[in-house]
């Protein structure tokens, strides 16, 4: 394995700010892609479930009850 090395570098306060800020607008992007794709799996799922109970239900003969004695 390859061994790992940090350092540090000193940046104006401003040009600081301005990668903090730049890093917050891609948080809150790629939050609501995220989001997004996760609501268009669950309704996909959604749709798939209501189908297979769909197909279920015209499949099952029809079963009269009778009462119990």
Wanted: hydrophobic share 30%; glycine share 2%.
């Amino acid at each position: 394995m390859e061994e790992e090395k940090s350092f540090t570098i000193r940046l104006p306060v401003g040009l600081v700010d301005q990668l903090d800020m730049r890093t917050q607008v891609n948080l809150r992007s790629r939050t609501k892609e995220i989001q997004t794709l996760l609501v268009y799996a669950l309704d996909n799922i959604n749709e798939d479930a209501v189908k297979s109970r769909e197909q279920a239900g015209r499949s099952l003969p029809d079963q009269k009850q009778t009462p119990e004695e």
